[in-house]
């Protein structure tokens, strides 16, 4: 009886290799000769039973599986669920005034660089006019920017 099950996965694998390399055939840009690849009309039905069973779980009537306990995944407890948003939005409301705090020192720190870095022109300005002064010169141009 294992001799068959190998069989079978052996058989499952080479499909889904083969469908695999099929689909990302279809994916690629072209450019090239088409893979000779084609499914068998067993296979594809294989392929089709296969994804039915892993993407979705639904029962296969061809294969004699009948619906069986749905499982539901779920807190018991409500009030863990409850407790559980609870903290989750006062840690949302913590972040989120800290990041507040954090751009609005942003700003000012910001203000703060931009009014020193005028004053730093306004004192080089100054430098320059005496510069200008010393070396004799009655008429200066300071560009502002």
């Known amino acids: 009886m294992s001799e068959w099950k190998k069989v079978f996965a052996d058989w499952t694998n080479n499909v889904k290799k083969k469908a695999r390399n099929i689909?990302?055939?279809?994916?690629?840009?072209?450019?090239?000769?088409?893979?000779p690849i084609v499914l068998t009309d067993l296979e594809l039905q294989l392929i089709s039973v296969l994804t039915k069973i892993v993407v979705t779980g639904m029962p296969i009537k061809e294969l004699g599986l009948t619906k069986g306990l749905v499982i539901r995944s779920g807190l018991i407890n409500n009030q863990k669920s409850t407790r559980s948003?609870?903290?989750?939005r006062k840690l949302h409301r913590t972040c989120f005034h800290i990041l507040q705090k954090g751009q609005l020192a942003l700003i000012k720190n910001t203000t703060e660089i931009t009014n020193a870095l005028k004053n730093?022109?306004?004192?080089?300005?100054?430098?320059?006019?005496?510069?200008?002064?010393?070396k004799g010169f009655t008429t200066y141009y300071?560009?502002?920017?």
């Not at 689909?23 to 893979?35: D, E, F, K, N, V």
């Not at 948003?85 to 989750?88: A, H, P, Q, V, Y």
């Not at 300071?142 to 920017?145: I, T």
């Open 85 to 88: 948003r609870i903290r989750m």
């Open 120 to 134: 730093v022109n306004i004192e080089l300005k100054r430098l320059l006019n005496v510069i200008f002064k010393n």
């Open 142 to 145: 300071v560009h502002d920017y």
């Open 23 to 35: 689909y990302l055939a279809q994916l690629q840009t072209g450019g090239g000769l088409p893979i």
